[in-house]
């Protein structure tokens, strides 16, 4: 079965650093996500992307993130300086169609110290 | 604004009973409606879905959800609880298009041998 694969499984970065985190969506699917989950609980959503563009952003998602889908295979995450308060489980998430459900890549536990 | 409530933080159920994990919306528009499933140190996968059509949704491994209108509820439902059901249980909405999915804040069923 397909799978959203997401790297690197577990990133430890100092307070101010800049992360990057990947991920490698279903290639045949159009909608790309990003969702961050605190203490395994509250699941937030940060934004959705379509047609290489954001079409959707939370109010989580301030100046210090970004996203990019730079070959039409990866889509990136990026936190430009990371906050104590950034560290969680991210998940990256896309559908083949907008009413479809989301396939979960296994996420990325960030932890910023 | 468009949100799921799921009352109990945690279900405890005794192998081979039904069980119900509760999740109501609230009333803005027509909405999808999700159940998503987490497994200890996983992503979300996805159960099931309700956009229109049957109130009661068919989902993966025995699951099914009934949409009831009148009391703005989806409750997921499995006639015979397994012990490897125990896991975090996810309801979710959302307006439908590419709006973004927003997740309730989780139920965790333990299901008893």
């Known amino acids: 079965e397909p799978e959203v694969t997401q790297t690197p499984s577990h990133q430890v970065t100092q307070m101010g650093q800049e992360v990057i985190l990947r991920c490698v969506p279903i290639s045949n699917h159009l909608y790309f996500y990003w969702y961050r989950q605190i203490l395994g609980q509250k699941v937030e959503f940060l934004v959705s992307?379509?047609?290489?563009?954001?079409?959707?952003k939370s109010e989580i998602f301030d100046d210090q993130f970004s996203v990019e889908r730079p070959d039409g295979s990866n889509f990136t995450l990026k936190i430009r300086s990371t906050k104590l308060e950034d560290s969680a489980m991210y998940f990256c998430?896309?559908?083949?169609?907008?009413?479809?459900?989301?396939?979960f890549g296994s996420g990325t536990r960030l932890t910023v110290v | 604004a468009q949100s799921v409530a799921q009352p109990e933080d945690q279900v405890n159920v005794a192998e081979g009973n039904p069980l119900t994990v509760k999740c109501t919306y609230s009333?803005?528009?027509?909405?999808?409606l999700f159940w998503y499933v987490q497994y200890p140190n996983r992503g979300l996968q996805f159960l099931l879905k309700?956009?229109?059509?049957?109130?009661l949704v068919k989902g993966s491994y025995g699951f099914e959800a009934e949409f009831n209108k009148s009391q703005t509820s989806f409750h997921l439902k499995k006639p015979s609880a397994l012990v490897s059901d125990s896991a975090l249980y996810f309801c979710a909405r959302s307006s439908g298009g590419y709006q973004k999915v927003t997740f309730g804040t989780g139920t965790k069923l333990q299901v008893i041998p």
């Open positions: 992307f379509y047609n290489n563009e954001i079409s959707e």
């Open positions: 009333v803005s528009g027509n909405p999808y």
């Open positions: 309700y956009i229109t059509g049957d109130n």
């Open positions: 998430a896309s559908s083949e169609r907008a009413d479809y459900g989301y396939t």
